[in-house]
């Protein structure tokens, strides 16, 4: 009888091998994609690709009150010009390796198709892990998963310029919480493209406090319909598992950068001792990743959050 693929994954363990493949730039393009699919929020953030480990990416800003008065037939010199700066990047290697038993294969009713299946789920949970990486990172930590590099959050809260509000001292979750947040976002960055993120547990916090108020946004909140429900303040939702219940951030998507380089190898062996001894496949996929903030003063995070809901 064939084992079910929930069964077989049970056979699947980490381990560690070298040799395999370089993917060239279009495949790692590719893969990348492929693996932000997985969340939400990866397919909304600015991603870079670059060819060294270390280096600067470029940011651009166009300042205001650019225009002059124009003068019939005459050229008064003036250009409006670009502001350009640079954000540092340190991209850090990572790798995500697994091995599969022959046994596993031969009795998998998908037969050698069960490798690539084996395949999109590990590339699917890289990109759920590299996503709490770059929300979560913190190299002070002791937790071996959390230590690879310092996230978003630990950027934002120990940057300069960034504005963390801490609601510590809040008695209740609402609408005054959210108005915190839009009241500390400068107002050249509250453009369109702003958005909240959140976990889907605040998520569901917000909408169960709507449909506890006797308004038109708390009938709307119960069939998870509207603007009041889905664009608090004007802003959309983005969830991100990944984030504590107890921060929300408030900014642009583009304004979180993810930095990878071409540098990205999926390497496979059926070799070696272990292997024939064993009878088995490892494989590994090595990376290089960094989660970068292109303006910390374009971003809000209310941290803290108390779980209780406010009854106004």
Known sequence: MALS??????KIDTGSLAGGGLLNPEQAREFLRMTFEATPFSQLHRKELRTVKVG???KIAIGGRLIRKKIENTDDGYRAGIATSKVQYSTV???LPWEITEDAIRQNIEGERFEDTVMQMMTTQ?????????WNGDTASADPFVSINDGWLKQIRTGTGAHVVDCAADPAFGKATLFKAVNALPNKYRGPNVRWMMSPTRRMKWLEYLTGRSTAAGDAALIGAGDQVNKPVGYAIVEVPSLPDSVIVLGDPRNFIVVNTYDIRIRKTTEGRECVMQDKRLYVIHLDDDPIIQELDAVV???NVPSTLSSS
């Open 5 to 10: 693929n929930a069964e077989l994954l049970q």
């Open 126 to 134: 890289l990109g759920i892990d590299l996503e709490d990486l770059h």
């Open 56 to 58: 600067e990416v470029d």
């Open 301 to 303: 995070l209310l941290d």
């Open 93 to 95: 290697p990572i790798r």
